[in-house]
């Protein structure tokens, strides 16, 4: 074995098949659609009334437009942190292939994907597509230097940005990677420097530093332009991203718009007319913001005369956060992550399954609902199929098309066998139908038991859930299933292997990068 995964070893038998899966396509004859993809971030499974009728966020718009369309029970995001999800919902392939082991960038770490490696961007660019990415990028670009001397291999320090010049280009940045247009900040909204970079130019120059303390409205500090408004971010994201569904609207291509907004994350600043609307906290009355542009979004779509041959996907990056003050919630009686265990960073269901919401008018036929396992890596294998392209070994390694299921929630074309779940700690776990598979003692991230927390030694090693039976993973019945047990490290150890997940060439993983020196290279040993 080469790379970083020789040390995944298993002492057993390595026969039987390896499962090879393809990308079934089946393009559309008529008009190629439109596609936007919302991607939430730290928005939990049950903080939307559709997955969560007994939760305290109202949520009309959202609602309407699951009910207008499909939604799937059984969604994840690849990974339970940011930069990770974002990752795989750009290339199809899974986060710890790359240089990202663990953990996440921030806002002047460099940019993580490689300018030759196919994306849901370029790949729509090819045929024919208008594409832009508006919102939150945290996948890495590379500033311009006063100094490029002075760069050194882990980034700079998270505090010193005197080296970069933001009257430059911005190299590497989305437009790199397939977005023909581009709007948006580096990290996270609590993650310096507060700049927007529009199509790889900073907008303006920052001319002073700002920092807040607060509870939930809390960012880092760090140089601020003066048109960085942080009260005004998601608003201005979903203004712009209006702006530019009208003006493609009236021309004859089809267009890819990723709105990848900051929100709810933190800093959690509702505006001044949603402050207190939620009675819960202002994270609740965050997220009815957010359910209020969704529902201008989706009119704005209409009175563009394109609701029908428009494809709208609203998701979450991975589950709630702490940040969101989850205990205050749940004194009100709302549930974030709904009745899931766990949290963002987490690899519990509440780390990583998250709503998934698809409307289209053309095809999908309203209140339908597949309970299916789908990934956010999903998203290049559809939109090939939706155009009719075939993937070529090296492309979207663990993307399926989920096409079919839009048709048919319970279409056998969906080719998916098993979907790998990451945490923040880099721990693994594989999930293959009714069976999740976890291979630490505990969360692997921030809730209890933590990595290496007191007594986290006495657990068993290795946990395994019946999720039909226990869906809030109470029950770990790892042990008592030894078939079950060898047949799904053996999957896991097949994909880290064989480079992917998807049927085709052997395919190499990428050696450590950044955050190699917090990731934990995991041993798996069976009699």
């Known amino acids: 074995m080469k790379g970083w995964y020789k040390y995944f070893i298993v002492a057993v038998l390595m026969g039987g098949t390896i499962y090879g899966l393809n990308v079934k396509t089946s393009s559309i004859e008529e008009n190629r659609p439109n596609i936007i993809y919302v991607l939430a971030d730290d928005l939990g499974y049950g903080d939307i009334a559709i997955y969560n009728p007994e939760g305290k ?213 509702p505006t001044e007319e949603w402050k207190g609307k939620s009675d819960l906290n202002p994270y609740g009355d965050f997220m009815m913001m957010i359910d209020a542009y969704m529902g201008q979004l989706t009119e704005v779509i209409r009175q563009a005369g394109i609701e029908d041959n428009t494809i709208v996907i609203f998701t979450s990056d991975n589950g709630c956060s702490p940040a969101a003050k989850i205990d205050e919630m749940l004194a009100k009686g709302h549930k974030p992550n709904g009745i899931l265990r766990g949290h963002k960073a987490d690899i519990f269901e509440g780390g990583h399954r998250v709503p998934f919401m698809v409307k289209w008018p053309a095809k999908i036929k309203p209140n339908t609902k597949s309970d299916k396992t789908i990934c956010t890596t999903d998203l290049l294998a559809t939109c090939a199929d939706i155009v009719g392209v075939d993937l070529a070994d090296d492309e979207g390694e663990d993307s399926f098309s989920f096409l079919p299921l839009l048709t048919n929630p319970a279409s056998k074309d969906y080719l998916r066998e098993a979907t790998v779940h990451h945490s923040i700690n880099g721990s693994f776990a594989i999930r293959k139908d009714n069976w999740k598979m976890i291979f630490c003692p505990g969360s692997g991230g921030w809730s209890d038991p933590k990595p290496n927390s007191e007594g986290i030694g006495n657990l068993p090693k290795f946990q395994l859930y019946d999720l039909s039976t226990d869906p809030q993973e109470k029950n770990n019945v790892y042990g008592q299933f030894h078939e079950v047990e060898s047949a799904l490290t053996r999957l896991m150890v097949t994909y880290i292997e064989n480079g992917r997940s998807r049927e085709g060439e052997k395919q190499e993983n990428e050696p450590e990068g950044y955050g190699s020196k917090d990731w934990k290279q995991l041993k798996v040993f069976y009699n």
């Open 57 to 269: 966020i109202k949520t009309p718009h959202l609602d309407a437009m699951g009910s207008a369309g499909m939604i799937f029970t059984d969604a994840h995001t690849s990974s339970a942190v940011c930069t990770p999800t974002r990752y795989g919902i750009i290339t199809g392939r899974y986060n710890w292939r790359s240089p990202l082991k663990s953990s996440v960038l921030t806002g002047n770490s460099k940019a993580l994907i490689p300018k030759n490696r196919t994306t849901v961007a370029s790949l729509l660019k090819k045929e024919g597509y208008e594409t832009a990415f508006i919102g939150k990028w945290h996948l890495g670009w590379d500033w311009a230097l006063k100094n490029p001397s002075l760069e050194s291999g882990e980034g700079w320090n998270p505090e010193d940005f005197d080296n970069i010049d933001f009257s430059k280009e911005v190299k590497n940045s989305p437009n790199t990677l397939g977005f023909k247009y581009s709007y948006g900040h580096c990290g996270s909204l609590d993650m310096a420097p507060y700049v927007y970079v529009e199509n790889g130019m900073p907008t303006m120059v920052p001319d002073s530093v700002t920092e807040s303390k607060d509870k939930y409205g809390w960012w880092r500090k760090g140089p601020t332009a003066r048109d960085f408004d942080f009260d005004d971010v998601t608003p201005n994201f979903f203004r712009k991203s209006f702006g530019y569904i009208k003006e493609k609207a009236k021309g004859k291509s089809p267009f890819f718009l990723y709105l990848a907004l900051p929100s709810p994350h933190t800093p959690i600043l």
